[in-house]
């Protein structure tokens, strides 16, 4: 693999609606040979109850789905006090930051919470909005 693309929330949310810019995102992942990653925690933020179970888990299956260790929660709470942010309100999209951050390659994240991920990922991490 030459990189990945990592899916906030709302990516994959869209992808389990067949959102035709998420179509578009696994297009360029599969050119690129990316991996397609998540964050365990995206996928409790990403469920909606409109969406069917099947639609959903079919969209988690075209992503790697990276565990939340100990080790990347002492890394999200790391980037969560070097910004003055607090876990309450960030703690999603400063887990899905220290995993992408463990990715090698080329990284992007594809997020509909750019500005929050731009302060969270270092800067060789591409953040790209959804």
Known sequence: ?????????EALSKLSRRHRDMTVWLDVAR?????VVTSAATLVE?????VPQAA???AV??????????EIARAASKLLAVEG?????????????????????????????????YRLCHR???????
């Open 85 to 117: 942010l607090h876990g309450h309100k960030y703690a999603i999209d400063a887990m899905l930051a220290a995993t992408a951050h463990l990715e090698h390659g080329d990284v992007t994240i594809v997020t509909s919470d750019p500005e929050d991920l």
């Open 124 to 130: 060789h991490i591409a953040v790209e909005p959804i």
């Open 56 to 58: 959903f888990d079919h």
């Open 31 to 35: 050119t690129l040979d990316l991996l």
């Open 61 to 70: 299956s075209l992503a790697k789905v990276r565990p939340v260790t100990e």
């Open 46 to 50: 990403a469920r909606d109850p409109e």
């Open 1 to 9: 693999m030459s990189g990945a693309l990592v899916l906030d929330s």
